[in-house]
């Protein structure tokens, strides 16, 4: 089986430190976390960013000083920027760090409930300007999808030549609002994808080392990390983002599946290089 790419989602943009103390704020800390995750096996980073104070942003400055710091530690890893934000962010606020040509940044796929009163929006003109964008400037998207229907939009978007093949998805599981986290859910995502594509698959809170053993044994990719969990175990807050990391490469061990390489992870993904 292929090599499998672990990604990391260090931050997020709604947990905090009052739900586990080691989430990052700062440079700093966001630069611990990515070091924690990239040294434990993760190839890519997904990235959200925070004022010192948690605030969620998506300065392209901010995401500039925290991209700069965290290649001066871990050279050769992938940083996928967030274009979710948070919800209630507006679509030229969200889309700032694009400015920095990463190599590849999230593309949301439709819009769902996101817990309480929270709605992310992703109308189909939106996920049309912002794959638009992305694509002019030869970043890969990661289409996110929290239920089928997003699996969906993203072909038919595809088809019209707006997501180029061979596209990439993420399958996130288990947000109050999308697709639970069942296995029966994995496998139908799966199903439902072109052939060619590839996937990555990320359980929120309890289960995401279930849907990551799934991943491993499906031939899928994995992503954990603070973001969507902070235990590591029933009742144990995680000490870092590597000690997920390190979970999910000691499942793969076990399994049988070797770990990508940032190197590796480029070529699966068929990232173009920046200079
Ligand atoms: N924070 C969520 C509302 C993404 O990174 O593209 C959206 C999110 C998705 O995290
Ligand atoms: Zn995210």
Redesign the pocket.
Known sequence: MEKLIITA?IC???VTKAQNPAVPYTVEEIVREAKSAREAGASII?L?VREDDGT?TQSAERFKVCIDAIKKECPDVIIQ???????GMTNDE?LQPIALNPEM????CGTCN?GGD?I?INTENMIIDFAKKMTAKGIKP?V?C?DKGMIDTAIRLNRKGIIPSPMHF?F?LG?NGGISAEARDLVFMVGSIPQGSTWTAAGIGKAQFPIAALAIIMGGHVRVGF?DNIYIEKGALAKSNGELVEKAVRMAKELGRKIATPAEARAILGLKTRS
């Open positions: 989602c997020g943009a709604e997904h959200h969620p920027p967030s274009t979710g934000g948070a919800t969200r940044a999230t593309l949301d996101f929270e992310f990661e996110e929290f993420d996130v947000v973001e």
